[in-house]
């Protein structure tokens, strides 16, 4: 069975941090990965595809990289409203998989 | 502007259907595949399965095939995903989301979510 983790699973980071998220697949998937931010009690917002392309709207603080089986996402600088949880996805091909997810707090 | 409009909160007992709504507006609609995506309480998100308005075709995740059927109506720009034999572990969220259907794509617009519960 296709497979993303996600690591770590929960992180605490102090305003002005520089965060960084991880993702694996178990088998590559070229660039076709994508972030999810989803802030508590709310719908799932798109923040990256394409591995490292920023969707319309996000702050420049967010990038991504990677290709194959290992990617990241990176907070250059944690700001108060990034409290939220992170999730990767594969969208090469079905099933969608998305990864468990990254609880995101701020110390 | 581009929305998914998912219909309200649902209760059923075990062993009942439900059928949840999405309907598109501010794009044409057969341009874009449907994705089903649910979160149960306190956990992550699962994909659930794929229709695709153009086509009328659908793919289904694994865990889910014998007991889901996802239909659309062109007409009404709405895709609808019926889930059979509920049972506690179906309470969750169900959020439908679009793929751009000309590439493999993420999903860029999200439905508000609807919550159904099941429960005796």
């Known amino acids: 069975d296709f497979q993303m983790t996600q690591s770590p699973s929960s992180l605490s980071a102090a305003v002005g941090d520089r965060v960084t998220i991880t993702c694996r697949a178990s088998?590559?998937?070229?660039?076709?990965l994508a972030w999810y931010q989803q802030k508590p009690g709310k719908v799932p917002k798109l923040l990256v595809y394409?591995?490292?392309t920023l969707q319309s709207g996000v702050p420049s603080r967010f990038s991504g990289s990677g290709s194959g089986t290992d990617f990241t996402l990176t907070i250059s600088s944690l700001q108060p409203e990034d409290v939220a949880t992170y999730y990767c996805?594969?969208?090469?091909?079905?099933?969608?998989?998305f990864g468990p997810g990254t609880k995101l707090e701020i110390k | 502007q581009v929305q998914l409009v998912q219909s309200g909160a649902e209760v059923r007992k075990p062993g009942a259907s439900v059928k949840v709504s999405c309907r598109s507006s501010?794009?044409?609609?057969?341009?874009?595949?449907v994705h089903w995506v649910r979160q149960a309480p306190g956990q992550g998100l699962e994909w659930m399965g794929t229709?695709?308005?153009?086509?009328?075709?659908?793919n289904y995740a694994q865990n889910f095939r014998g007991r889901v059927t996802m239909t659309s109506d062109t007409s009404t720009s709405t895709v609808y995903l019926d889930l059979s034999g509920l049972t506690s572990e179906d309470t969750a969220v169900y959020y439908c989301?679009?793929?751009?259907?000309?590439?493999?794509?993420?999903?860029?617009?999200w439905g508000q979510g609807t919550t159904v519960i099941v429960s005796s």
């Open positions: 989301a679009r793929e751009y259907s000309y590439s493999d794509d993420a999903f860029d617009i």
């Open positions: 501010g794009y044409t609609f057969t341009s874009y595949y």
């Open positions: 229709m695709y308005p153009d086509s009328g075709g659908t």
């Open positions: 088998q590559g998937i070229s660039n076709f």
């Open positions: 394409a591995a490292s």
């Open positions: 996805q594969k969208y090469d091909s079905a099933p969608r998989t």
